[in-house]
């Protein structure tokens, strides 16, 4: 059975909604434990702030990446 693929120009909204899933997880969940440690109800806490920094990180993402791409472009030499 084929997996079905997205057509590559849904790729400019696809990277910011994957990194900032991946990155907010990653980082709510640091936080989470810095503020209130491995204690039991951890997981609805993180769960909480990671949905909050999400709904804030892709929008965010989907405004800065055009400037952070061309950012890199002014720093790094063309191949």
């Known amino acids: 059975m084929k997996i079905a693929r997205l ?3 849904y790729a400019g909204l696809l990277l ?9 997880f990653v980082v709510s969940g640091v936080s989470t434990i810095k503020v209130i440690g491995l204690s039991p109800d951890i997981l609805g806490h993180w ?3 990671w949905g909050v920094s999400w709904l804030i990180a ?16 002014a720093v790094t030499e063309s191949a």
């Open 58 to 73: 892709f929008p965010t993402l989907l405004v800065a990446m055009p400037t952070a791409r061309r950012i890199v472009r």
């Open 47 to 49: 769960m909480s702030a």
């Open 16 to 24: 910011p909604f994957v990194l900032s899933l991946l990155m907010t």
């Open 7 to 9: 057509p590559a120009r």
